[in-house]
């Protein structure tokens, strides 16, 4: 199945893993020689990228993605997921070996998870493979990780982008622990980092303060980062100065993706101008409406979106 689209008014354009998520809900997440059971199974589309790039459709955005999956029935889920959430599909790999990607996880009555990747086809893809003419016509291309070989084909779309192409990125856990040296081509080429807060102390100085290492990330040339903190909420920087904005109170049913959606928020602020302050605090909201229900049915409706935006400075 191959369902296309026209991409010539397409504003943003993910890369990054996809993945059928299968995600278990328990008691208690087990450790090592514990044991615990299991309640219910969830199954939901998933990769980080693809989660931000529903959430900006979702917001009236024109999305597309770059992924690779396999001609299974996975594939066909998380294809027919991209086009029913009217995210253009041309930009898709289509592999006929192989298996889809997938992520297994554990979720436990606080909304706690452990996550275990099984990335399939995701790490076949080579830079021969991506339409670098449909890439031309965006305006923001959101880089996330891969656990293997794909993490080369970022890396060399980095050659082929168009200087006026703004490249957000949102590196993952498993993407700082390559290490700064590994992902200095993509950073030396990100205009928007969007980090965690243990990430960015494990990809730069833990014994530095947040604010200090945003200081020294913008003498580098990033223009703005974006340390998200969770339930202490988010601090960002740019070259006009800096903003602490606290998470407003929810209760988490699941925080699976909730840094994806905060980037949907982020990204679709961006794009509409909004200062740093507002942008924040609309990232912060739409992901913590997100977080109150299990998978996608906690993202906000675009009008109640845009009520709450217009309501805040």
């Not at 040296?181 to 969007?194: A, G, Q, V, W």
């Not at 730069?204 to 913008?218: G, P, Q």
């Not at 990033?222 to 740019?238: C, D, H, L, W």
């Not at 993202?299 to 009520?307: A, N, R």
Request: aromatic fraction near 10%; charge should be negative; glycine fraction near 8%.
């Amino acid at each position: 199945m191959k369902i296309l689209g026209n991409d010539l008014d397409v504003e943003v354009i993910g890369f990054g893993a996809l993945n059928l998520d299968k995600l278990y809900h328990v008691e208690d997440i087990a450790c090592r020689d514990e044991e615990s059971y299991i309640k219910s199974l969830y199954e939901s589309p998933g990769g980080s990228a693809a989660n931000t790039i529903i959430g900006l459709s979702k917001l009236g955005i024109k999305t597309s993605y770059i992924g690779k999956i396999s001609e299974d029935p996975d594939g066909d889920v998380l294809e027919l997921n991209l086009a029913y959430n009217e995210v253009f599909t041309n930009n898709l790999i289509y592999s006929k070996k192989g298996e889809t990607g997938k992520v297994i996880g554990f979720v436990d009555k606080l909304g706690n998870r452990a996550l275990y990747v099984d990335s399939g086809v995701n790490d076949d893809i080579s830079i021969d493979e991506i339409n670098i003419q449909n890439i031309t016509v965006s305006k923001i291309i959101h880089f996330t990780s891969f656990v293997g070989d794909s993490f080369n084909a970022q890396k060399d779309l980095i050659d082929k982008l168009d200087e006026n192409i703004v490249l957000s990125f949102d590196p993952g856990t498993i993407y700082v622990k390559k290490g700064l040296d590994e992902l200095k081509k993509i950073l030396n080429r990100t205009n928007i980092l969007l980090i965690n807060e243990k990430e960015l102390k494990i990809l730069y100085d833990d014994s530095k303060t947040v604010k200090e290492i945003a200081s020294n990330l913008l003498d580098y040339g990033i223009e703005i980062i974006v340390v998200k903190k969770g339930s202490n909420g988010v601090f960002a920087m740019n070259k006009d100065g800096f903003v602490d904005v606290k998470a407003f109170d929810a209760e988490v049913a699941d925080t699976t993706g909730a840094g994806d959606i905060f980037n949907s928020g982020f990204l679709y602020s961006y794009l509409k101008g909004y200062s740093l302050l507002k942008s924040c605090k609309i990232a912060n909201w739409i992901s913590s409406k997100y977080i109150q229900k299990f998978g996608s049915d906690g993202f906000p409706s675009i009008d109640e979106v845009k009520l709450f935006e217009n309501e805040i400075n």
